[in-house]
DNA sequence: GTCTATAAATAGATAGAC
DNA sequence: GTCTATCTATTTATAGAC
């Protein structure tokens, strides 16, 4: 932590207590106190709670965006793989996760940013290019009914396992939940992305 | 709302701004002043907006268990029929729902309530009662690990939709999304059922 | 039970020295 | 850029009259 400046100390910590704690339910005194910088530097630096608030989450959509997208170029993965990769991801960047849970939940929020809707900048990352991976995988031309239940089925199962696994079972040994090992919901993963595309394939068009 | 005592005004308005706002995200001077009661009498009825807000909790969780025991109990329904009448029940009480997903999310509350775990009353509701429609409806033993699978994806699946919905889609016209309205998410809830207990009965043991 | 008034703490933001 | 000190507003909660 002290290598990091000011301005980066800020984010870090910050981008943990939103999360874990909420807009409302974190102060700047908070945050000032645990990245151990001085309380005026928010304002200095981020002009308002707000704004500091609107920085980290832009900052953490466009990571996660950009991950999808570097992926999917490096690879060229299948569906199946491409889920799974998205799902490591939420669970690899849980906090952001939560945080755009909050975002979505929050009737004052959720008018500033997209989440969760077809924006190509807030909406559900890579939904468009895995909306063309099941298109591809199908047997048969999708419907926008079958295209909106696969991807919403995909989608909702990841983010609410991802979201379960940190905030319930990520710090609690494995030994007593086997079932909920990284592993095994990542198994899960597997198993419905192939039910899904069995269904597209076998189901009368 | 003028027929309501003070109390029963002050529990059904904190009850939707504590789910549209958060708790930090709501006042008790917001509740007073939408309630149309004084400040006062929240502390007076309550004793502390902690207090008010445990109470509302308390009272949402049960209701919810309360209605599927006696939705099964009354047309002992096969699983599908179970998991269209859970999902419709959250989708009716969309506010209860946003709330238990905020305290499953915040790290202060959550240690004070059980949501989203194998409690008896702030678990998934009907979680013991589902689980065992599924062991029935399968057409072999299932595992643990299937039926984790199995249950999780489902419950996934309808917590997740129902949240969408009234995050996005509640107030918005149907018409240019056809697929998003309650008929098409309910025929997806039923599609999801089948797909997983179709898996269970085909494949190996 | 309901009200007014107020206490006591904390919030976000800023001014000005360094 | 960073600090101390402070302003202003808002928070929960309470005391005491009616």
């Known amino acids: 932590m002290n290598d990091l400046c000011t301005k980066e100390k800020i984010l870090k910590t910050a981008r943990v207590l939103f999360a874990d704690h909420g807009f409302e339910g974190t102060s700047v005194r908070d945050i000032a106190k645990i990245a151990e910088v001085n309380v005026a530097s928010l304002n200095?630096?981020?002009?308002?709670?707000?704004?500091?608030?609107?920085?980290?989450?832009?900052?953490?959509?466009?990571?996660?965006?950009?991950?999808?997208?570097?992926?999917?170029?490096?690879?060229?993965?299948?569906?199946?793989?491409a889920i799974v990769h998205l799902f490591q991801y939420f669970l690899g960047s849980s906090h952001d996760l939560v945080t755009r849970f909050k975002i979505l939940m929050s009737v004052k929020h959720s008018q500033h940013f997209s989440v969760g809707t077809e924006d190509e900048n807030f909406g559900p990352p890579g939904g468009k290019i895995i909306a063309e991976m099941i298109a591809a995988e199908a047997g048969r031309p999708v419907s926008q009914e079958d295209m909106a239940f696969a991807l919403g089925t995909l989608y909702a199962h990841i983010t609410q396992v991802a979201l379960i696994h940190h905030c319930l079972y990520k710090n609690v040994p494995m030994e007593k939940y086997p079932y909920r090992s990284v592993e095994a919901l990542e198994k899960g993963v597997r198993r419905l992305t192939a039910l899904i595309l069995a269904d597209l394939n076998t189901s009368k068009v």
């Open 44 to 81: 200095y630096h981020f002009s308002s709670k707000e704004n500091l608030f609107k920085e980290i989450v832009t900052q953490g959509f466009g990571e996660c965006a950009a991950e999808m997208k570097a992926y999917c170029s490096a690879h060229n993965p299948r569906l199946e793989d």
